[in-house]
């Protein structure tokens, strides 16, 4: 008798709780389900290519995929070849580990004209996922706007004004770098509602914004506070405070010192995009922060651009047959238990926040509680049998995580310049290399 477990997803969260299982002397089979054919969610599609590092922790992913334990589908999207009612009846445990990979809306007037594209769509562009590889946006514009004032805002402006040089040793898909080197952008406008102190990115991204080859970071000193001030723990306030010594520094700075400008712009919300078929620029209503929120004051202004992308958030999707909050864009679940048997971690248990590392206590809470709700398993679901013969009788043609591995090292051997890969951009590619 051994203890079944599904994981539908292969992204951070999944791989966290999959590792705290195998920390258990539990006899246990782990199955990672995944739409695509390859693992490790916004590892490869979220993360920017120019921050390689990062993406370091797919090797102890790796390690965990690859546990005698544990097997991977790649190539299964749970609620299309498979519906979850359906691995529920076969597994013991089923974990929802889908992520929240859809865009926030703004909800201002315009917001669908040409042109205007919401982040989680925009960065999966530039990172070669295949839903979004066909997106073509236009890039010949000379300024874009990026609304939003966290780490996605600000890898957006990044990836757009780096030069090819300073991407030369990334994994930028070349249908991106393309247009993107080839854009005549020079400005950069990332708009966040609220002022430097509630800004959400962290200071190591923000400092890099101020050593960029070709473009110089500007800010008003006007719009900066003299200092950090409100309840919070000194954690919080350190890192604010550096927030606005790097913003203050941004200040002094001259807008031809280069050939590229990021403009960071607080204290606006953005009321209208602009244009007929296609934007050409945003309409702001300036604001003032009572009681950490933003309130707008009546005074209005416009930023010209041919671009908008819209960092103001993720969300997910309702996931067919579980209970779904969908102001919150979460599954309904108390502390990740979701249903008896039916468990959620990462960003579809608590929303869209948070680092890599934030998913693992996720994991390991889920583990636990699996553990102690089932035990050794059932003895009467046999997990993985069945649900291979499910992808048999349905002709499902799942990526196994040693066929990963050879998509993989396909992708490494073809990188140039440095690159660590060159990625496959679409599913039928990665297919068609396993033959
Ligand atoms: C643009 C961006 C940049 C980021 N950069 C950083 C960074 O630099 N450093 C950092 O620490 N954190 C970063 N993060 C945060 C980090 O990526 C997240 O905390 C983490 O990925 C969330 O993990 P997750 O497992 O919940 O979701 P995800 O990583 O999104 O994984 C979900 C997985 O589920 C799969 N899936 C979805 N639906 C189904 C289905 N029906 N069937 C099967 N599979 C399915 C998806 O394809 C995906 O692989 C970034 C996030 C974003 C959006």
Known sequence: MSLSVAI?????????TAGALLKSDTDCRIDIIERLPCPYGLIRFGVAPDHEKTKNVWRAFAKTAAHEKVNFYGNVEIGKEISLGELRRIYDAVVLAVGAGSDRAVGIPGEDKKGVFGSATFVNWYNGHPDCRDLEPDLDVQAAVVLGNGNVAIDVARVLVKTPGEMAATDLPDYAARPIHASP????????????????????????????????????????????????????????????????????????????????????????ILGDARVTGVRFERTQVVDGRAEGVGEYFEIACGL?????????????????????????????????????????????????????PDGKLAAEQILADHGAGSGEKSGRAAFEALLAERGVRAVSFSEWQTIEAAEIANARHGAPRKKFVSTGEMLALLG
């Open 185 to 272: 952008l020079t400005d950069v406008y990332m708009v966040g509602r609220r002022g430097p102190n509630e800004a959400k990115y962290t200071n190591v991204e923000l400092r890099e914004m101020g050593r960029l080859e070709n473009c110089v970071a500007l800010a008003e000193a006007a719009q900066l506070p003299d200092s950090v001030a409100g309840e919070m723990s000194d954690r919080d306030r350190r890192m604010k405070e550096k927030n606005l010594a790097t913003v203050r520094e941004f200040t002094t700075r001259k807008g031809d010192e280069k050939p590229k400008r990021v403009h960071f712009k607080y204290y606006a919300q953005p009321v209208e």
């Open 308 to 360: 908008v992308v819209a960092a103001i958030g993720y969300t997910s999707r309702p996931v067919a047959e579980t209970p779904f909050d969908a102001r919150g864009g979460i599954v309904r679940n108390d502390d990740g238990r979701v249903e008896d048997g039916l468990y959620a971690v990462g960003w579809i248990k608590r929303g869209p926040s948070g680092v890599i590392g934030s998913n693992k």
């Open 8 to 16: 539908i997803g292969s992204g951070p969260a999944a791989f966290y």
